[in-house]
């Protein structure tokens, strides 16, 4: 399977990915894309020797001409599974459908809950006792796409938004390597808007 990875930031979801990728061969991480060129997820993936792209937004771009650039990009790869991993740009309809049952994303929230930004905070906030991540497929609504894998953290008293974050990265880093590798294993697909796990929603 071959999985292309996009980012904008620091990457370790990236790199739980690179790890995991590197201990079975179902999947092969193609290549990597980031908006940024100062991610530093696109030095994990020189370090890893994976091939990267960086598309830049520019200035007064519309939205659809960057995605139709970021597309190109893509698709000089020819991915089986798009990987987000942290990549913070909203993508247009057109080209999430273009990518239908083929492209994932990892979500630190308990989805349906606080899609969008700032979920750690908003879970303080809220006096949530439980938090997470959640890895879905991506449709044109974000963050809403049919939800494959979660994992939950305890909120306590004395967390910040910081500490948090903290124990909701290291979920992420054990759940999201293990959705790329079912998606590998042709063991997932999204079907009439729901996410099948072995013929199972
Ligand atoms: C993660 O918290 C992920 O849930 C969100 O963006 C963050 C990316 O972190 N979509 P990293 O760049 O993988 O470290």
Known sequence: CRVLVLISGNGSNLQAIIDDCDDHLEAEIVGVVSNKPDAYGLIRAHQSEIDTSCVIVRKD????????????AIDKYQPDLIVLAGFMRILSDEFV?????????????????????????RAIDAKDTEHGASVHFVTPELDSGPIILQAKVPVYD????????????????????????????????????????????
Do not use: C
């Open 61 to 72: 771009e519309a939205r659809s001409d960057y995605d139709a650039r970021l597309k190109l």
């Open 97 to 121: 459908q273009g990518f239908e049952g083929r492209m994932i994303n990892i979500h630190p929230s308990l989805l349906p809950k606080y899609t969008g930004l700032n979920t750690h905070q």
């Open 158 to 201: 004395e967390d910040t938004a910081d500490t948090l974050a903290d124990k909701v990265h290291q979920q992420e880093h054990a759940i999201y390597p293990m959705v790329v590798k079912w998606f590998s294993q042709n063991r997932l697909q999204m079907k009439d808007g729901k996410a099948f796990l072995d013929g199972k929603a």
